[in-house]
């Protein structure tokens, strides 16, 4: 019967352009917040205490991230946001590629991330070209059309109101602009992450897909635990 209603849901809610509902259930994974979207059990956001986790020096051979920036296809003088930034370990490596004409967003919830951000961005002598954004749960607060790109490492399934978020993102993003969103992958047992920290393929795509102003455009799977996807602003 659920499987039923959420199908349904998945199909109809963008023809009324409705926005979806959330569920709460008592009976949840300890991991996550007990609130599911579309069926997926919403993890707890990542404390800035755990910050030295995402700066592990093993991170960038287990996790291939020189992959990642390079299939981000990044150009000189490119506007980016890093949506969920926590301590910038994509934020310095992205500003990099964008530099001298280019700017990195790095927006993110955790005033104390962002604190700890710009120390690692002046460390790498890129403060100059990121503007550290703090957002909120349900909004950015990103300039209009300000991205070329913006990148969601590790972050869209700890979202709480990822709806609400989606959709204030995309306002943000110019005409053609792409939104990736990079997640650990559920489809395989083998990757050592909890099951609410990671996301299939389909249920990217399936709430993403809730949003008429983005067009999917492909899933990259050069990474050896996360896939890439890629859409794209009509
Ligand atoms: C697991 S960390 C990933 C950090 C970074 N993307 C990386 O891969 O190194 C997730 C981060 O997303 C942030 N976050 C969670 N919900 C958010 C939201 N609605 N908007 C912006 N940031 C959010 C958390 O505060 C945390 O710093």
């Known amino acids: ?72 296809d990044l150009k000189p003088g490119m506007h980016v946001a890093d949506i969920g930034a926590g301590s910038g370990f994509f934020t310095w490596r992205m500003a990099r590629k964008v530099v001298p004409e280019g700017r990195v967003y790095a927006v993110d919830i955790q005033q104390e991330m962002l604190d700890l951000l710009m120390k690692n961005m002046a460390k790498r002598r890129v403060d100059s070209a990121v503007t550290p954004i703090l957002g909120t749960v349900t909004n950015p607060k990103l300039p209009a059309q300000s991205c070329d790109l913006m990148l969601l490492v590790d972050v869209y399934h700890e979202f709480d109101h990822p709806y609400e978020m989606i959709a204030s993102l995309v306002p943000a993003l110019r005409p053609g602009g792409r939104l990736v969103l990079v997640e650990y992958r ?49």
């Open 1 to 72: 019967m659920r499987f039923f209603l959420v199908t349904l849901l998945v199909l109809v809610a963008p023809l009324l352009h409705a926005e979806p509902v959330y569920e709460t259930r008592q009976d949840h994974d300890p991991n996550g917040i007990g609130k599911f979207f579309l069926g997926r059990e919403i993890a707890h956001v990542m404390g800035h205490q755990g910050a030295a986790w995402l700066e592990r020096p093993e991170r960038e051979e287990e996790e291939s991230t020189d992959r990642l920036l390079d299939a981000l």
């Open 186 to 234: 559920l489809e395989d047992p083998n990757v050592p992450i909890k099951l609410v920290h990671k996301m299939s393929e389909q249920q990217v795509r399936r709430e993403i897909g809730l949003h008429q102003e983005l067009q999917f455009l492909e899933t990259k799977t050069v990474l050896p635990q996360q896939h890439i996807v890629v859409f794209a602003r009509k």
